[in-house]
C-alpha cells in the first residue's frame, strides 16, 4: 500500500457517491490505505479473490462496505461445520440499483434493498454457519451502521452524500458457490 497523509483528508472532503466511489477505487488499487470504519490498510485476505469484481462494482455505481467469498462447509479450527454464503453489500446510485439488482440476480444471486424510497424490510439472511447457527447475518441495520461510520470516518457530507443512497446486499443463495458472485460482479453495467 502506498498510502498519503493526505488520505483523512481525502475522505472528509468527500461530498458525493461520485467522490466517495474514486476514493474507494483507489483504496481497492492500494492507491490510498483508509477506508473509513475499517481498521486495516487492505482487504482481508479472503477478499482479494473479489478485488476485480468489487472494482467493477464501483464502476457500476456501487460502493462496497463489506463482502466475503463462498466457503463450502468443511471442519473449521474448533472441528465443527463452517460455512459461508458469498456476498457484497454497500451504498448504490439510486438510478443504478434496479439494473446492478438485474444484472446480480441473472447469476443466481439475489438482492435486498434498503433505504429512502423503499418499503422498510426486516428480513435478515444468514451468509455465515457455523455448527448449523449463524454467525453472521445480512440484515436491515447495516444502512444506518455504515452511514454512522461514514459520519465518524469520512465526515458530514459524505454521510449525507449515502444517505440518499439505497443500501444493497447482493448474496449468493447456495452456500459455499464461489464462482457466482464475482461472475455477477464483472457483468455489472457500468
Partial sequence: ???????AADWSSAATLEELLRLTRRFLTGAIDRFPGWGAGDLDEETDDLRDGLLQAVDA???????QPGEPFAPGH???????RAFVGGFVAPERAAAIAAAATRWGLE????GPGLP?????VP?????????LVLGPEA?????EIFAEGA???AEAALARCPFMWLFDPVWGRREALPAALASLPQ
Wanted: overall charge negative; glycine content about 14%.
Fill in 1 to 7: 500500500m502506498s498510502g498519503a497523509p493526505g488520505d
Fill in 61 to 67: 455505481g456501487l460502493l462496497p462496505v463489506a463482502s
Fill in 78 to 84: 474448533d472441528d465443527l461445520d463452517w460455512g459461508r
Fill in 111 to 114: 438482492a435486498l434493498l434498503q
Fill in 120 to 124: 422498510p424490510s426486516a428480513r435478515s
Fill in 127 to 135: 451468509v455465515g454457519l457455523r455448527d448449523g447457527l449463524p454467525f
Fill in 143 to 147: 444502512r444506518d451502521q455504515e452511514l
Fill in 155 to 157: 465526515g458530514p457530507a
